[in-house]
């Protein structure tokens, strides 16, 4: 059976999903209705770039709790990659792992000519609709601080 490519297009709503990862099994629902969720995507979690990534959330993290949101960051390696990351850059975030990349597959994020994983950002409010959306190819362009933070301060 062929998964859906669902998209990550703003204003559409997210698709959900459910991964394990550093402290147990997070869906995307559980948040709806509660808290905005920064959705950050790594290209893998070796991947230097994204690890720094990783460390801006962690040092923006008190600014998004006060926007109500939190922070998903998803790679797709193993758990224990997983783990190792998040005790690496002690993030107070869940780090998931989706191996068959299953996830990045419902929101676009596919390999660009079989070999270059896509990274990003997706910012989904309170209701489950996506409210900005940043894929890239370019690990340094992984994430815009200004635009997905200006996405949030306009969030209802």
């Known amino acids: 059976m062929a998964l859906e490519t669902i ?78 990351l998040t005790t690496k850059l002690q993030v107070p975030f869940p780090v998931l792992h989706d191996a068959d990349r299953e996830v990045y597959h419902r929101y676009g994020l596919e390999k660009v000519m079989f070999s270059l994983q896509r990274s990003g950002i997706i910012v989904v409010d309170r209701q489950g609709r996506v409210s900005y959306s940043h894929p890239t190819t370019i690990p340094i362009a992984g994430l815009d601080r200004a635009a997905f933070m200006s996405a949030l301060e306009n969030i209802p």
């Open 7 to 84: 998209g990550a297009k703003v204003g559409s709503m997210a698709p959900d999903f459910t991964l394990a990862g550093s402290n147990g099994q997070n869906s995307l629902s559980d948040y709806f209705g509660k808290q905005n969720v920064v959705l950050y995507f790594m290209r893998e979690f070796s991947c230097s770039f994204c690890q720094k990534h990783v460390a801006q959330l962690k040092q923006l993290y008190s600014t998004l709790q006060s926007h109500h949101t939190a922070v998903l960051v998803i790679g797709g390696g193993s758990r224990e990659e997983a783990e190792q």
